[in-house]
């Protein structure tokens, strides 16, 4: 009997397996994973569930693929790729036929807030519930260190429970890589007028730990936030470690091509926030994605390509999508506003709180972005295609 081992038993795992199975694959079909649950959505944490308007059934996956032998509190510590072999932390041997690897990624700084009492990163059940906890016993001074999406959600979250909040960010402008810089202001105005501190523009040089306790945050030019509770949100680190020596490229991420075939192995796929793949809409260009929609897109077509075999394999064409609601303002995007560097407004106004925004790198759209506009965003999504100039994109009549 031929056997699958995927490794990573979070959704793009779940996923994947998912798609195995229905696709037909009746083999034995193994799943590792580090955690001690079965797959769960992570994409509420640091939005439903620490406001708990979504409880742990709540991050439930609704399918369960059939006939899995889960290997669940377990990691995957090498892969020996000509003897098709997956080596876990305990030295079991798992031979495979075919392997995905959906192993994910860790928070950047998860070794900084490791046993300090009030310090956080935003990535498992047990951080949300962790660090929700901090905020719900009486009024605290937090830092969120990072003006990203978890950054900006976690913000909002604290300083609507009361809490004396304060962002750090290196940028000009937190999130306006993950939005743009008009959706960016409007967030920001947002957070000023909620009360969220911003220290933009400069770093966190170190927390400031004592008897095992955060009580501070050291800024780059030595002044101190005091801080009770302290979230980390300054990105994230492929898991890729795992890989290295293998014969597979690794650079920034599981380097996969179109069909996400691991590139040096075409019994390799990968899918989820460790996959680095090509970008039809930035020309070819390679790209880590991080989220929850992408993740999903990854799996079905890296079940679907590892088991039709490079030659009758299909590109990725599926862009990014993702959405937040930060202070009540519903934002969505599709495409790569990280890259962008210009913008235009192409309906409605960003300063009134419903608009649709076309991002560009250079002249070419790489991004769209609405503002308490879903409806009309598809519109924007049907003119996103290689090459287009954003002087072309037209709002929605």
């Not at 889960?70 to 997956?86: I, K, N, Q, S």
Request: proline share 5%; hydrophobic share 45%.
């Amino acid at each position: 009997m031929s056997r699958i081992v995927v490794v990573g038993a979070s959704l793009a795992g779940h996923r994947a397996a998912l798609a195995l199975r229905g696709l037909g694959y009746d083999g034995e079909l193994v799943v590792v994973g580090g955690e001690q649950h079965r797959p769960y959505d992570r994409f509420p944490l640091s939005k439903a569930y620490l406001t708990r308007l979504v409880d742990r059934a709540g991050l439930a996956l609704e399918d369960t693929p059939a006939d899995v032998v889960w290997r669940l509190g377990e990691h995957a510590t090498r892969l020996d790729l000509a003897g098709r072999r997956v080596i876990l932390g305990d030295r079991t041997v798992l031979r495979f036929d075919g392997l995905v690897v959906a192993s994910g990624a860790r928070p950047r700084d998860v070794d900084l807030v490791e046993g300090v009492q009030g310090a956080f990163v935003m990535r498992t059940l047990e951080d949300a519930e962790a660090f929700r906890s901090s905020l719900e016993s009486r009024a605290r001074r937090v830092v969120v260190v990072g003006g990203g999406l978890i950054g900006a959600e976690v913000a909002a979250h604290a300083v609507a429970q009361g809490h004396h909040t304060t962002m750090v960010d290196p940028s000009d402008l937190p999130t306006a890589r993950a939005v743009g810089r008009p959706v960016a202001e409007h967030l920001r105005h947002l957070h000023e007028v909620a009360g969220v501190h911003l220290r933009h523009r400069t770093r966190m040089r170190t927390l400031d730990v004592r008897a095992g306790a955060v009580v501070g945050v050291v800024l780059e030019d030595g002044s101190r936030l005091p801080a009770d509770v302290v979230m980390m949100a300054t990105g994230t680190t492929p898991n890729v470690e795992w890989l290295r020596g293998s014969g597979l490229l690794v650079s920034g991420g599981l380097q996969c091509g179109p069909t996400l075939h691991a590139r040096g192995s075409d019994r390799v796929v990968g899918a989820g926030d460790v996959v680095r793949a090509p970008q039809a809409l930035l020309g070819g260009e390679s790209s880590r994605v991080e989220h929850w929609a992408s993740t999903l897109a990854h799996a079905d077509l890296a079940g679907a390509n590892l088991l039709a075999g490079p030659g009758q394999a299909q590109p990725l064409t599926a862009l990014p999508t993702f959405g937040t609601t930060i202070h009540g303002a519903r934002v969505r995007a599709v495409g790569f506003p990280q890259v962008a560097d210009r913008s235009r407004v192409v309906w409605g106004a960003v300063e009134a709180g419903q608009a649709l925004v076309a991002l560009a790198r250079g002249s070419q759209v790489v991004a769209v972005v609405s503002l308490a506009a879903h409806e009309h965003l598809p519109c924007l999504v049907d003119q996103l295609s290689p090459g287009r100039p954003l002087d072309d994109v037209v709002g929605p009549s």
